[in-house]
């Protein structure tokens, strides 16, 4: 007989619209949580031996990851595993664990726990495997996010905010903290908003690196990001949306001395090309006709109206 599921959670996936580095050093950024995203799903065993076994899967259903520890083998501080994931989870389970005493397998499942997680989305899409991994560990531990994260990433936390977020949001990074605010973003030309995979995956930490190198005066840049975010919020019209796509990747391309995704690739668009989190990588956000994108061999092309979690 099949185990029954004793909990379930859900997180969503991202996409940052706005802001792209500048997020880092204090910038208003526009963030969104993607309608897809990863659900995390609790049994209960009964084994003569208890021990939390874990099993992910994919969009497409097929296991990527399957790791298996007794009980006794959590107890250790330290896992002897030659696959990173492996060890990642194991350390993010012992972080858990240090962050509330009551999140005792042992005793929450006496006979043993399976938990397995299932994406929505492309792995290689970028869109937060490991941000809602969080989440949804934290959910299932009765735990901050925030916290288990903690000293364990170098990003900014806009997706973990997203992870958790019922529509569009304002992140800003503030002295006293992250600061998350729902708002309002739909605009009256979004039958022209599309999401191109470009296939070309970029480490987010070697961009951040990259970003962190620039020498050139950040806080004016930062400023103008800023404002740019709160215009790109509230503008309703596909040209002036052009024109401060246009600002925004010129901003970001003289701080990292950078082409902008529109030079580089798509210099005969008739629109507007927007870069999403790491420059060169994942997705660029296109304002005009999708066909071009399917011309040229590009063959995910998604409307960003079926792909975003509204309000």
């Known amino acids: 007989m099949s185990p ?21 050093d204090g910038a208003l950024a526009l963030g969104v949580p ?7 799903t ?13 099993r992910a899967f994919d969009v497409d259903h097929q296991e990527w990851l399957a790791c298996s520890w007794k009980y006794s083998a959590l ?13 990642h989870l194991y350390a993010l389970l012992q972080r858990a664990r240090s962050l509330n005493p009551s999140f005792d397998l042992k005793t929450l499942y006496p006979q043993g726990v399976l938990v397995e997680t299932r994406l929505d989305f492309d792995r290689a899409w970028g869109w937060g495997t490991s941000s809602t991994l969080l989440h949804l560990l934290a959910q299932w531990a009765d735990i901050s996010a925030w916290d288990l994260a903690h000293g364990r990433f170098s990003g900014s936390g806009y997706d973990l905010a997203c992870a958790g977020a019922k529509g569009p949001i304002h992140y800003q990074i503030t002295p006293e903290g992250p600061k998350t605010t729902p708002v309002v973003w739909q605009p009256k030309f979004m039958d022209q908003l599309h999401l191109v995979y470009l296939g070309k995956k970029q480490l987010s930490q070697s961009a951040i690196a990259h970003y962190r190198a620039a020498t050139a005066p950040k806080k004016a840049f930062v400023d103008q990001i800023s404002a740019l975010t709160l215009e790109m919020t509230t503008c309703q019209t596909s040209d002036h949306w052009n024109d401060l796509v246009g600002r925004h990747e010129q901003l970001l391309s003289d701080v990292l001395q950078m082409p902008t995704a529109h030079q580089r690739w798509f210099s005969d668009y008739p629109g507007s090309i927007k870069s999403l989190g ?11 006709p999708s066909e071009y994108f399917r011309a040229q061999g590009y063959e995910t092309c998604l409307p960003l109206s079926e792909a975003v979690l509204w309000q």
């Open 4 to 24: 029954q599921a004793t909990q379930k959670f859900h997180a969503q996936g991202k996409l940052l619209i706005t802001g792209e580095y500048a997020v880092l």
């Open 34 to 40: 993607t309608a897809k995203g990863q659900s995390l």
């Open 42 to 54: 609790v049994y209960a065993l009964d084994e003569s031996e208890p021990s939390l076994t874990w």
């Open 278 to 288: 790491a420059w060169g990588g994942d997705f660029v956000l296109a304002c005009g």
């Open 75 to 87: 107890e250790s501080s330290e896992l002897n595993s030659t696959r990173p994931e492996e060890e």
